[in-house]
T-cell receptor, first 114, second 109 residues
Framework: KAGVTQTPRYLIKTRGQQVTLSCSPI?????VSWYQQTPGQGLQFLFE???????NKGNFPGRFSGRQFSNSRSEMNVSTLELGDSALYLC?????????????FGNGTRLTVT | TQLLEQSPQFLSIQEGENLTVYCNSS?????LQWYRQEPGEGPVLLVT?????EVKKLKRLTFQFGDARKDSSLHITAAQPGDTGLYLC?????????FGTGTSLTVIP
């Protein structure tokens, strides 16, 4: 069974640009969650999607948005990039509600904003 | 502010030594998970504990959930270089998981 796939693995952008990250969950998993990981803050929850609907959202500005497609694949978009957005962005999939079933993480997208 | 505080933040020990990592909070969680993350990879689930006082063993790793379901510990016996990594605890409130600050463990051969 293929794991969670995130693309691209590395991304370098400049301030003010926007970026789209992609996540393909494990086959059969309908929930996709996104996290931001930085050395200072650890893993911070961004949002969770289930059956194309955003079910839960963390405390991030509106520049961070996401969506989920009918095949459960998910994308995350960050607009008007800031230096502080440099981080590892992790996607995790689970069968049902994340709190009731384990999270399976991808290897992340390393975003560097210059 | 972090809902879950882990200690120590960094730990460097010799192969064969024992260690304990702590995960503490003032909040009650319905369940708690432990993950290990290696450089360049995403976190991998080690265990889930759901009952206050529960103890689970995974080979040389022993996990305990506090009686009040506010804290947890991870004990590693006879650490090996393969145990090196970032250990993360994550507590569930029913709506989402909150991750701890992480403990970076280095086991020196």
């Amino acid at each position: 069974k293929a794991g969670v796939t995130q693309t691209p693995r590395y991304l370098i952008k400049t301030r003010g640009q926007q970026v789209t990250l992609s996540c393909s969950p494990i086959s059969g998993h309908r929930s996709v969650s996104w996290y931001q990981q930085t050395p200072g803050q650890g893993l911070q929850f961004l949002f969770e999607y289930f059956s194309e609907t955003q079910r839960n959202k963390g405390n991030f500005p509106g520049r961070f948005s996401g969506r989920q497609f009918s095949n459960s694949r998910s994308e995350m978009n960050v607009s008007t990039l800031e230096l502080g957005d440099s981080a590892l962005y992790l996607c995790a999939s689970s069968l049902a509600r994340p709190v009731n079933s384990p999270l399976h993480f991808g290897n992340g997208t390393r975003l560097t904003v210059t | 502010t972090q809902l879950l505080e882990q200690s120590p933040q960094f730990l460097s020990i010799q192969e064969g030594e024992n260690l304990t990592v702590y995960c503490n909070s003032s909040s009650v969680f319905s369940s708690l998970q432990w993950y290990r993350q290696e450089p360049g990879e995403g976190p991998v689930l080690l265990v889930t504990v759901v009952t206050g006082g529960e103890v689970k063993k995974l080979k040389r790793l022993t996990f305990q959930f506090g009686d009040a379901r506010k804290d947890s510990s991870l004990h590693i016996t006879a650490a090996q270089p393969g145990d090196t990594g970032l250990y993360l605890c994550a507590g569930s409130t029913g709506n989402q998981f909150y991750f701890g600050t992480g403990t970076s463990l280095t086991v020196i051969p």
